[in-house]
């Protein structure tokens, strides 16, 4: 079945050092990826999403391409601030209705 | 703005009663979807409804039931609390298959 695989971290950068959290996946077929973010206390926001090979999924700052030859959906962004401190999950979205989230990857941001 | 609502940030019950948790969305979407989060193991569905009065098992559905009687609401049964069943609770709904979920702030459920 589908999978998704990501580092549980906590992955700690300074102020703005360059992030890198690791996506991979398993999937039949073409499925469309995802980047949640989940902000201590709050529930999962989208934060971007591609939905072919090659796409490039962008939001306040992160990226993230989908990459079909790797089955990869990093995340990237050139500059962290505190304020991104949270969790992300990568998702793939496969066959009807059915969507698989990885572990989800802490990131701590320190001054 | 739009929301999903959940009923409660935190509850506590104790083993062996029934236990109700209620999500409400405003957006007027299809699909709803009841997750639960624990460390180490990510999301992992247990219901999902994508139209009223339809229900489909996710992942682990045992011990729990469903219920859409409006397509705004969708509630989540525990038949019989187990302190297995302590978790995080994440109500999520999208407007149709393809887009992305908005998701309410989530029920930490401690069952003693």
């Known amino acids: 079945g589908d999978s998704v695989t990501q580092m549980e971290g906590p992955v700690t950068l300074s102020e703005e050092a360059f992030l890198t959290i690791n996506c991979t996946y398993t999937?039949?077929?073409?499925?469309?990826l995802f980047w949640y973010v989940q902000y201590p206390g709050e529930g999962l926001q989208l934060l971007l999403k591609?939905?072919?090979?090659?796409d490039k999924g962008s939001n306040k700052g992160f990226e993230a391409t989908y990459r079909k030859e790797t089955t990869s959906f990093h995340l990237e962004k050139g500059s962290v601030q505190v304020s991104d401190s949270a969790v992300y999950f990568c998702?793939?979205?496969?066959?009807?209705?059915?969507?698989?989230f990885g572990i989800g990857t802490k990131l701590q941001v320190i001054p | 703005d739009v929301k999903v609502t959940q009923s409660s940030r935190y509850l506590v019950k104790r083993t062996g009663e029934k236990v109700f948790l209620e999500c409400v969305q405003d957006?007027?979407?299809?699909?709803m979807f009841w997750y639960r989060q624990d460390p180490g193991l990510g999301l992992r569905l247990i219901y999902f409804?994508?139209?009223?009065?339809?229900?489909e098992k996710g992942d682990i559905p045992e011990g729990y039931s469903v219920s859409r009687e409006k397509k705004e609401r969708f509630s989540l049964i525990l038949e019989s609390a187990s302190t297995n069943q302590t978790s995080m609770y994440l109500c999520?709904?999208?407007?149709?298959?393809?887009?992305?979920?908005?998701f309410g702030s989530g029920t930490r459920l401690t069952v003693v």
């Open positions: 591609a939905t072919k090979a090659d």
């Open positions: 999520a709904s999208r407007v149709q298959d393809g887009y992305g979920y908005t």
């Open positions: 409804s994508y139209d009223v009065k339809m229900k």
């Open positions: 998702a793939l979205k496969g066959g009807y209705q059915k969507v698989t």
């Open positions: 957006m007027d979407h299809e699909n």
């Open positions: 999937a039949t077929g073409y499925p469309s």
